[in-house]
């Protein structure tokens, strides 16, 4: 792709790979403007879900409008590439300046990041756009540390009415050490979720690490998402703030609810300065001190009648006179409608005890979910098979509509095939490629309008990144080879063009569509 020339922009190199596509800098031919261009992967761009994805991006970010978030200039779609032209930021990824740079960032540095990234996200809620996929690489810091922006709203969805039952499906997109115990579960997704993952993006920037970096096993990590509270910080990096801490330990909560409500509350706690807004609930001791008695004798000259009076007296005074029960403070932070318990340590959620929360019974569905997630979770981790994300949504969706208790039995005789290896569909080798594209060549003696009689003419030879093997092949494949002409008379200029091979799958094998 580098010299291919899209909507008068010129690739001149690659800044990096997505899941999606891949990332060129690109300037403009005629004025003073850098871009980056991300291009959907070829073998992506005919997979309908993956496409319609990359178009969802473009309609998220075309509507947003903020200085922290990555403007899109322009979408292209061709036919047989699409990408977007975005806003060219002259930096690192805030995993990468993380890494290689800085290492833990001081409070006063990762005030300066996160606040502007929890602006751009809590702007992108009020316009119903969830991003789905918070993690440090989506985020990016200029070369001189003045910018943020936030990036790749690659599996954003709009919340608005139109897509609100493709929004509540249950999907499970997003990176997942990032991910909420809720999108492991697969259970409907809610600005709460990205906060949980700004809550987990926090944590990498003050430690330094992902809290999950060691585990290589997806279904320990997603047990340890969905059943155990997020590490504590300074079982990784030392001298992190409570108040950091504090807020790291809310944005992560497993229960939605007991999370930041918005990101405007996360930022109001992390600019506070001054402590925390507390609460003060006393609490009745179980012990108390009796008011000490005092025996008040008379002059004898008052008389006894008087004396036994006083004595009276005294004794009920001590008997009902007794001190209030002394009240132990109980300092608890506001959220939502429920307070969460601040201890020197951490922070605990617990529910509000005058309105203690009712425990609903699970419906059919979610018991059928839970289930589902045991058994695909039980067979990744057994055949070391990963499903793909929209085999995964299929399977939850058709588990979904069940309106009966499905047994384990059932799902392993329904979808234990999905788990069975099959053979996979080889590319043409570069060599065949190479091959293919001379034969095809020699048939187009005028190609890019410039006369061709030998190979001595061309140069720059490039073909497109792809796999020598996939697990779900489509029918046709196509990979473009990028070259440079050269007329035969020498002053004219030399051309860059590109030639795209099409490939038909037969058999175990892609072979070239002439």
């Not at 403070?329 to 201890?343: A, C, D, K, R, S």
């Not at 929209?390 to 095939?417: A, C, G, H, M, T």
């Amino acid at each position: 792709m580098i010299g291919k020339i899209i909507n008068n922009y010129i690739l001149e190199r690659k800044l990096g790979d997505g899941g999606m596509g891949v990332v060129y800098y690109a300037k403009h031919n005629k004025v003073d403007r850098e871009v980056a261009i991300k291009v959907l992967h070829s073998d992506l761009f005919f997979n309908e879900s993956i496409h319609n994805r990359f178009k969802n991006e473009a309609n998220a970010l075309i509507k947003l409008n903020h200085p922290n978030i990555v403007k899109i200039f322009d979408y292209v779609e061709q036919e047989n590439f699409a990408c977007l032209i975005m806003e060219y930021i002259n930096g690192h990824t805030l995993d990468d300046y993380i890494a290689k740079i800085s290492g833990p960032l001081s409070s006063e540095k990762v005030i300066s990041i996160i606040i502007p990234v929890l602006e751009a996200v809590q702007y992108a809620h009020d316009n119903n756009v969830y991003h789905r996929d918070i993690k440090p690489a989506n985020i990016m810091i200029s070369q001189d540390g003045n910018k943020v922006r936030i990036m790749d709203f690659g599996i954003a969805k709009l919340t608005d009415s139109k897509n609100f039952k493709t929004t509540h499906a249950n999907t499970q997109l997003g990176t997942p050490f990032y991910m909420s115990p809720e999108q492991i579960k697969g259970l409907p997704y809610s600005r709460m979720s990205d906060i949980y993952s700004l809550g987990v993006t926090l944590f990498e920037m003050v430690t330094g690490k992902c809290p999950y970096h060691e585990i290589t096993s997806l279904f320990d990590l997603q047990s340890k998402i969905v059943n155990q509270p997020l590490p504590h910080t300074s079982d990784f990096y030392p001298g992190v703030s409570q108040r950091i801490q504090n807020a790291i330990t809310i944005a992560t909560q497993k229960s939605p609810e007991h999370r930041f409500q918005s990101c405007a509350d996360f930022i109001k706690y992390l600019r506070d300065t001054n402590g925390q807004t507390i609460i003060v609930r006393p609490t009745k001791s179980s012990f108390a001190k009796p008011l000490e008695n005092k025996t008040i004798w008379a002059a004898s000259i008052i008389g006894g009648v008087f004396l036994i009076v006083i004595l009276i007296f005294v004794i009920k005074s001590a008997k009902n006179h007794i001190d209030e029960p002394l009240s132990k403070p109980e300092t608890t932070l506001q959220i939502g409608n429920n307070p969460v318990e601040v201890n020197k340590d951490i922070v605990i959620a617990t529910p509000n005890q005058d309105q203690p929360p009712s425990v609903q019974p699970k419906s059919v569905q979610e018991q059928n979910l839970d289930l589902l997630n045991t058994y695909l979770a039980g067979k990744q981790k057994k055949t070391k098979i990963s499903l793909t994300t929209p085999q995964l949504d299929e399977i939850r969706n058709q588990v979904q509509e069940l309106n009966f208790l499905v047994s384990p039995e059932e799902l392993s005789n329904k979808y234990d095939s999905r788990f069975i290896e099959k053979p996979s569909v080889k590319y043409p080798s570069k060599n065949q490629i190479i091959k293919d594209f001379w034969d095809v060549i020699y048939q187009k003696p005028d190609y890019c309008r410039v006369l061709f009689e030998n190979k001595s003419q061309l140069s720059g030879i490039e073909i497109t990144d792809f796999n020598h093997k996939i697990k779900d092949p489509p029918k046709e494949v196509q990979i473009t080879v990028n070259f440079t002409i050269s007329p035969i008379d020498d002053e004219s200029e030399k051309v860059t063009c590109f030639l795209n091979l099409k490939y038909s799958k037969s058999g175990n094998e892609y072979k070239l569509i002439k």
